[in-house]
């Protein structure tokens, strides 16, 4: 498991208050310890990706037909029920093809894990959480490697957040909670061990209040992202009762606000619940082929100054996971990131755009969660002498694009430079390194 912050990362604390005469002022404050902000152990070839808008669920995925008749809808994002012991509903139309194919239809993704349900709660027939704190530990952690294992085989990258659904109990018993909460810390750590991003999913007064409640507890790994359960009819991502707008508060919220109902476009029905989101979700690896006449160079990072570590013939088939920024090659300063953790110029790429990025690929990024229990300012530049230019709570994921030298916080010279433009200190943001950069964020 990836190891805790040193002592003194677990001392020191920026102010996000105070900026005298240019320079910041620096005050003793102790952030989060290890727990509840553990680190991604994010692979090569990993990238988060995220939606904001509206979403739908439904238990058995659509035909790629009815996909491609709901391009007419409001909705660019489905759940979609990849694994777990108690997934009621066939899967017939759920392939790695089908994935593949949402996706370059410029569909979002939601994996739902129905696993383990609360020993006090859900369907009497569901297979439950054990009572015994260490065999709901065990338990969840068996539950993020499955989840996994099928996020894979359905070409689900590393970087791609899996949603445990969590059915609702009865808030006042105390052994059930705690089942629960072990269950879900475990599911938590193990997905983060294995380079994937944690979702729970939860009603909102029936669960998802005592997730909140642990939210700085160093017994419990908070998961990344909250999907909640709350048939109100209000599509809002604030405002919930119990849980503190400061608590998952950058793209780190779902909503399903309405239930089982049919809605049709172009002529297909289907019965959905109704979300809406602002969280990560499934990174897909799409198709593309090298252009040219010469051969391709892929290199260990986004320049031409990385090492070249494959070489592609014109025509070669091409997985690409997103794109970042680097120098320009041919007229774009756009770099693919492949399946294999290596990048090619997107010039000798044939995605859409010749000049700028391409949807439905992301942008590379790779998130971790503020440790700082104070909030952790933004800034202008990698320095504690930059301008603030915004706050990050504690707890908030800081969506890093790249990392680059700076001032020296406690130990560490890092800073990450986020997908807003901004930088924060890496001494106060859970990557598995506290001192040093952390793979495979690239240098900015």
Known sequence: ??????????????????????????????????????????????????????????????????????????????????????????????????????????????????????????????????????????????AAGQAVAAAKKLGMVAGSALYNDIEDYPQNNSTCRVSVLNYASAWTKELHRLGYLSGVYMNLTLGARQLADVYTSSTYARPDALWVARYDGLDSLKGWAGVADSKWARHQRAKQYRGSHNETYGGATVNIDTDRVDAPVATVALPYKATGTATVNARTGPSTTYPVAATYAPGAALKVVCQAPGPKVGGTPVWDKLGNGFYVADHYVDTPSATGYSPPLPRCTYPYQVESASGLTERSGPGAGYSGVGTSPNGALAWVTCQRPGSVVGTNKVWDGLDNGHYVSDHYVATPSGTTYSKPVPRC
């Open 1 to 142: 498991m990836p190891q805790p912050r040193s002592a003194l990362r677990r001392l020191l604390a920026v102010s996000s208050a105070c900026v005298l005469g240019g320079s910041a002022a620096v005050v003793l404050a102790p952030p989060a310890a290890a727990e509840p902000a553990t680190p991604v152990g994010y692979p090569a070839a990993a990238s988060a990706t995220r939606y904001s808008g509206l979403a739908f669920d439904t238990c058995t995925a659509p035909s790629l037909a009815t996909m491609k008749a709901w391009s007419a809808s409001p909705y660019r994002a489905l759940g979609v029920y990849v694994s777990g012991a108690n997934r009621t509903c066939a899967q017939p139309q759920l392939t790695a093809a089908w994935v593949a194919s949402v996706a370059k239809l410029k569909w979002r993704l939601l994996p739902i894990h129905k696993g383990l349900q609360p020993p006090c709660g859900a369907r009497p027939s569901d297979t439950k959480i054990s009572t015994s704190p260490a065999t709901a530990r065990s338990q969840g952690a068996a």
